[in-house]
């Protein structure tokens, strides 16, 4: 989505960027430096993992722009033949690839997932590969939140970049097999509202998963051949 403008008092525009990360809370420190030398570490793992995963970020905002849908979903919607999803409050779906469990409890370390019939799953820090319908338990330290991607995924992987300012090549496709899929990619300027007339760029990478194959309606936003990005995780 494009950036907003607001103005100073001196009437020269101040921009910023988003998606924007807060931190709120009780502590009287909200800059993520204010948390001390220990959690910087923790801090910068995720930062670079938003940072990794901005194109799929971005192409589902525009999908949310487009539909109204939103991205952030309970998992009874993609999942209604599963009974024990129906009032499951502590999972969720971050667009179609990922399922979310959060620790929200201080000094858990671990906890029980479940992951959803219907689909398989990978654990996206180990690539192990779960059959849906079971609960399993999860290692859960600091730095790592329990997230799980379902098979039949494509992840778009952006490589590091300083701000999203920056005009960031995609790293990767990442390819969880498991069943036929497609993922639509989009990027704009960034800066303007242009978007609303010329609709960006966008192309749709479709995974052929009898064939296993990947191919795209039109050449991708950052200019890149997707032949060249894919990365199937085989899963353990």
């Known amino acids: 989505m494009p950036i907003t403008q607001s103005f100073s008092p001196a009437g020269s525009p101040i921009t910023a960027s988003p998606p924007t990360l807060r931190i709120h809370g009780q502590r009287p420190g909200t800059a993520l430096w204010d948390y001390g030398a220990a959690a910087e570490p923790v801090l910068a793992k995720f930062l670079k993992l938003r940072y990794s995963l901005i ?19 309970a998992l009874f919607m993609d999942f209604p033949n599963d009974p024990k999803v129906a009032d499951m409050g502590d999972e969720y779906m971050f667009g179609p690839a990922f399922l979310v469990a959060p620790v929200t409890d201080q000094g858990v370390t671990s ?3 479940y992951l959803p019939l219907g689909a398989d799953w990978y654990d996206f820090w180990t690539e192990k590969k779960y059959t849906g319908g079971q609960t399993i338990d999860v290692a859960a330290p600091v730095d790592q939140i329990p997230l799980f991607v379902r098979a039949g995924s494509i992840l778009p992987i952006g490589v590091q970049v300083p701000s999203t300012s920056t005009r960031q090549p995609l790293e990767s ?3 969880y097999p498991g069943r036929s899929t497609s993922f639509s990619l989009y990027d704009d300027d960034g800066t303007t509202n242009a978007y609303r007339k010329d609709g960006g760029k ?3 990478l479709r995974w052929d998963d009898t064939a296993a194959r990947l191919s795209a309606s039109t050449a991708l936003p950052t200019g890149q051949d997707p032949a060249k990005l ?3 995780v085989e899963g353990r």
């Open 230 to 232: 894919v990365r199937l």
């Open 173 to 175: 496709i990442r390819i």
């Open 55 to 73: 194109p799929y970020i971005y192409s589902l905002g525009h999908t949310t722009y487009q539909t109204g849908a939103p991205f952030m979903r």
């Open 202 to 204: 966008s192309a749709t």
């Open 111 to 113: 906890r029980k997932v």
